[in-house]
């Protein structure tokens, strides 16, 4: 294998349709460029593994080079977009003397590479170097916090790669890099596990981009019930296990905004399942007190709401009308935050859930992160109670001892067959497919946020946030507002948008819990509104972007055994858009039923205004959608 080391410097790796390319090249360091149909994206890309006594992807001796590949098909436990995934890539795998790997992927579209290692016993990471040039000052998308302790829901940011500098905000993942051509990038990971969260950093110099890590916590203060100080930190941002794979970093390239809205990379990268029984795992919606003040009120409401029984029982009614299989029971639900085997005595919980499963209607409990990690055996208990799923709030960290966090609480609740929605979290990174019962993420800037969210901002989700996984935005809201209008607070919540535009999200938002974030008493004042949306699927076979354009606009229709579901959402920017969409993802020589909610006339002012309409459709009949600025237009095709 010698001759290997000294004949081997550049090496190229192509995707299947032969369009997208890697160029390795080995000198003193690990380099790569990533280009598409001959044009160079990214340039100058380096990759080193820091670890105690050795620089992974310093002076690299290789000593064998393997071709990989795949073409295969996957099927998703909890399918987001698509019923089967197709991995098909092309790949090398570089062996290198002092133990390790490095493994580079290129999918039709994508590159991704990994660390993989095989040394004794533990080793301490002390850094990571994942850094590239942009070939040209791109603009860059992008969701900066003010530090490592983030729940990942500050608004989306956007500057010029070149004035990114080296003392500005850091990024969270994913960003979205564009190319000012025909391009976009996508940036992010996946196969996150016992490792920190990645964050990128700007240089201002080179157009360059770095990544940044969290260090490993080792001591811990009090910080009230939902939270720990980190009192001191490790050198090293990782202490694991020297024989293992490391997490995927990958470019996903769109020649059209649409293909970012049906990418599937951090699925197709992610470990496999590790469990044998999924069958128990049931995605659904959920109906939401917190949001609307738990205040459901008009002439069949005879007792004080609130968080008590009877307002509990009054969800559960609402839930089992209208199909929606959960209902979550937030922070009140128990006598203490920090006490999860003591339920407030006005709430009930066991009555609650006995009377939700004669219903039909499971019951979530909301827990602090802290509380979880104070009291491990409390899955063994809900369980025994008949609990059917948890929400667990307020990590807002991502380091390696959170990120193991995520994994032990899925691996233990999955035990006792219950599923996890992670709030005040970081983004998924492919967990969710190890342990499919993790149904939802926040880490998103969602309904919580009140005025605080909006579609010029939300636009962004659905080609960034929820392009690497299922995204807790929590949508559903009945009272609607433009934004220079906009004033509410519990208990009459409201949001920023038209009632078309949140009836939208249903169908555009991925998630496998999806919310119903407002007040039954609303949804049976709107039954028409809410008929529509509580039939809305949770998971799809099928995904079809049919018109995008990165934060301003989204047609994308879903597809669930025979029935199709379109949505369409639009940011302010514009007074009116119009936009032609063609059917001709529907069977030939059938004829279909739509129904769609549009944009009243004087939506644009009052955002409460829509139309409900029916038509007849077939395949290939071209349609127009109209919305109003923060406008949105949702159907179903049956």
Request: proline share 5%; glycine share 8%.
């Amino acid at each position: 294998m010698g001759a290997i080391s000294a004949q081997a410097k550049d090496i190229e790796v192509k995707s299947p349709d032969g369009r997208t390319k890697v160029a390795i090249n080995l000198d003193e360091h690990i380099g790569y460029t990533v280009s598409c149909n001959d044009e160079l994206l990214l340039k100058d890309g380096r990759l080193k593994l820091m670890l105690k006594d050795q620089v992974l992807g310093d002076h690299p001796k290789l000593s064998a080079i393997k071709n990989i590949s795949a073409d295969e098909v996957l099927t998703p436990v909890v399918p987001m977009k698509f019923s089967t995934v197709q991995n098909h890539y092309n790949g090398r795998r570089l062996d290198f003397k002092g133990g390790y790997a490095v493994e580079f992927r290129v999918y039709n579209g994508a590159v991704a590479y990994r660390f993989v290692t095989k040394k004794k016993g533990d080793i301490e990471v002390m850094g990571e170097e994942f850094s590239v040039n942009t070939n040209g000052d791109y603009m860059a998308h992008l969701q900066q916090p003010g530090g490592f302790k983030t729940a990942y829901e500050e608004p989306y940011t956007h500057v010029n790669v070149s004035q990114w500098k080296a003392d500005d905000k850091m990024s969270t993942l994913p960003i979205l890099l564009d190319t000012h051509k025909k391009y976009k990038i996508f940036v992010s990971e996946a196969n996150l596990l016992d490792y920190p969260c990645m964050f990128l950093k700007g240089s201002g110099k080179e157009n360059r981009i770095h990544g940044i890590f969290p260090r490993v916590p080792l001591e811990f203060g009090e910080d009230g019930d939902r939270s720990l100080k980190i009192l001191k930190e490790a050198d090293y941002i990782a202490k694991t296990q020297g024989t293992r794979d490391f997490p995927w970093r990958y470019f996903f390239i769109s020649t059209e905004d649409t293909e970012l809205l049906e990418q599937t990379m951090p699925y197709k990268l992610a470990s496999q399942c590790r469990l044998e029984d999924t069958s128990w795992i049931k995605p659904g919606q959920a109906s939401w007190e917190w949001w609307n003040g738990a205040t459901p009120y008009g002439p069949d409401v005879n007792f004080e709401s609130g968080f008590n029984l009877d307002t509990y029982k009054y969800y559960i009614d609402f839930a089992a009308r209208y199909g929606v299989p959960y209902i979550v029971m937030d922070e009140g639900w128990a006598m203490s935050t920090r006490d999860p085997y003591t339920p407030n005595p006005k709430v009930d919980v066991h009555e609650i859930i006995r009377y939700g499963k004669e219903k039909g209607v499971g019951v979530v409990l909301w827990l602090t992160w802290l509380t979880v990690e104070n009291n491990f055996d409390l899955f063994q208990t809900f369980a025994d109670w008949g609990v059917a799923g948890l929400k667990i709030d307020f990590m807002d960290r991502s380091d390696q001892w959170m990120v193991n966090y995520y994994e032990r609480v899925a691996k233990e609740a999955a035990k006792h067959h219950l599923f996890v929605d992670m709030h005040g979290s970081f983004k998924p990174a492919g967990l969710e497919k190890v342990y499919p019962n993790i149904l939802s993420y926040e880490g998103v800037r969602g309904m919580e946020q009140m005025g605080g969210c909006y579609p010029d901002n939300s636009l962004y989700m659905p080609f960034m946030r929820n392009a690497v996984g299922p995204m807790d935005y929590t949508p559903g809201a009945m009272i609607s507002m433009q934004p220079e209008v906009y004033r509410a607070d519990r208990p009459n919540s409201a949001s920023i948008g038209t009632r078309a535009y949140q009836m939208a999200l249903f169908v555009v938002f991925e998630s496998g819990i999806q919310m119903l974030a407002d007040n039954p008493t609303l949804y049976y004042r709107n039954s028409d509104c809410t008929e529509f949306i509580t039939k809305v699927p949770v998971t799809w076979d099928e995904t079809k972007a049919l018109a995008a354009s990165t934060g301003e606009y989204v047609v994308v229709a879903k597809r669930k055994g025979d029935r199709w579901y379109i949505g369409a959402i639009s940011n302010g920017k514009e007074k009116v858009r119009e936009l032609e969409i063609s059917l001709d993802f529907l069977n030939a020589g059938k004829d279909y039923k739509m129904t769609c909610f549009e944009d009243g006339i004087n939506a644009g002012r009052q955002a409460m205004d829509y139309r409900k309409k029916d038509c007849r459709v077939k395949s290939g009949d071209k349609f127009k959608i109209k919305m109003l600025r923060n406008g949105g237009w949702a159907a179903v095709i049956e």
